[in-house]
């Protein structure tokens, strides 16, 4: 007699590919995550990298990964010499502009797309500004309108002047998030339109009693009127680039470093 078979039938389970993190990916989150929650204050040294290998357990070389993938999250600030180190700093608007700034570059985004996205944020953005602007933002503001007026600017004299209004706006608005977007907005914006043709004698005068009613309201703090002329003034601007024929054809490549860092309008 043969004896009972006892093995138990295998099971026709199916498993899938397992996506094990690297080491350094591992090391850099939770360093990321002290940074972010506050457990590791801005300024602070990380250990030396000699001591983050002992305490970790990981190699000297995922180590020093770790800390260039924070380097380029600009979490970390990495200082050579005998008093260097890696420290701890908080992110910024900067950092958000850049990151804003790959993204329109990368992917090609068209001038009449960031047209469209600032017709629906910018008047928001003035009406912040009318609620929480000071005399600082104001001298900003005027000072950018007296260039914008100037009869001797150059193009690109005239364009820096305008960039400087709309990102002095945004920048009296004190809303972070929206400075950091539309920094990187209006940067675009000003490669894209950098043509002699269309930013004609009408167009500058036109944009300059725009801007000057604008910053009045904001200077009255007059909310309701800062946005409803805000979006009557980007959404004219739109129109009138339409009507040259670039709003659809326009792809911005390359953009400019600002110094510092009416459809759907209210009644």
């Avoid at 305490?55 to 260097?84: F, W």
């Avoid at 950091?180 to 500058?204: K, P």
Wanted: charged fraction near 25%.
């Amino acid at each position: 007699m043969e004896p009972a078979n006892t093995t138990p039938p295998r099971s026709d389970i199916r498993l899938s590919p397992v996506d094990v993190p690297k080491s350094s990916d591992v090391l850099a989150g939770e360093l990321r995550e002290r940074i972010l929650n506050g457990e590791l204050a801005e300024g602070a040294a990380l250990p030396a990298e000699r001591e983050l290998v002992k305490q970790t357990q990981m190699s000297r070389a995922t180590v020093r990964e770790a800390l260039r993938i924070l380097e380029v999250q600009n979490l970390v600030r990495v200082k050579p010499g005998r008093a260097g180190g890696a420290f701890v700093q908080r992110p910024t608007t900067k950092s958000m502009v850049n990151s804003v700034t790959m993204l329109i570059r990368g992917q090609h985004i068209k001038l009449v797309d960031l047209m469209e996205t600032r017709e629906a944020l910018e008047p928001f953005c003035a009406e912040l500004a009318a609620r929480n602007r000071t005399d600082e933002d104001l001298a900003e503001l005027d000072r950018a309108n007296q260039a914008i007026a100037d009869p001797e600017a150059d193009l690109a004299q005239f364009l820096q002047a305008n960039l400087d209004w709309h990102v002095g706006v945004t920048m009296a608005s004190h809303n972070e998030l929206l400075m950091g977007f539309m920094i990187a907005l209006s940067q675009a914006i000003y490669a894209g339109t950098e043509n002699a043709a269309f930013i004609d004698s009408e167009i500058r005068a036109a944009t300059a009693k725009a801007h000057r009613a604008i910053t009045a309201a904001i200077r009255e703090r007059d909310d309701a009127a800062a946005a409803r002329r805000m979006c009557r003034h980007v959404h004219s601007y739109a129109d009138e680039l339409a009507e040259s024929g670039q709003r659809d054809a326009i792809v911005v490549r390359e953009l400019v470093a600002h110094p510092d860092t009416e459809s759907g309008c209210r009644s």
